[in-house]
Nanobody, 122 residues
């Protein structure tokens, strides 16, 4: 098992950059592909980005491609979402997830953090 806790959310302005972190506990972190999802009020949980076990492969949603990047540190048991050029439609609760592959559907991930809120507003 792995326990996940996100951090780094906050109130931002359009055009700002923000880095989200997800800390994982447990000795099996490197066995999981990791992903970020986001969910705005009244909307479904959407895929944002995923990174492979080794960190060499990433998969980024078209909606954030070119602005967001994902990376992981298997020594530090963390996964990071770097978000640049933030827009108001990036406002959502952001969730970290662990699973067996680079998947887009939330039901394909086994473990979830509680989320961290990102609000982008002028």
């Amino acid at each position: 098992q792995v326990q996940l806790v996100e951090s780094g959310g906050g109130l931002m302005q359009p055009g700002d950059s923000l880095r989200l972190s997800c800390a994982a506990s447990g000795r099996t972190f490197s066995r999981y592909a990791m992903a970020w999802f986001r969910q705005a009020p009244g909307k479904e949980r959407d895929f944002v980005a995923a990174v492979s076990l080794s960190g060499w492969s990433t998969y980024i949603a078209n909606s954030v491609k070119g602005r967001f990047t994902i990376s992981r540190d298997n020594n530090g048991n963390t996964v990071t979402l770097q978000m640049n050029s933030l827009r108001t439609d990036d406002t959502a609760n952001y969730y970290c997830a662990a699973g067996s592959g680079l998947y887009e559907r939330p039901d394909q991930y086994d473990y979830w953090g509680p989320g961290t809120q990102v609000t982008v507003s002028s």
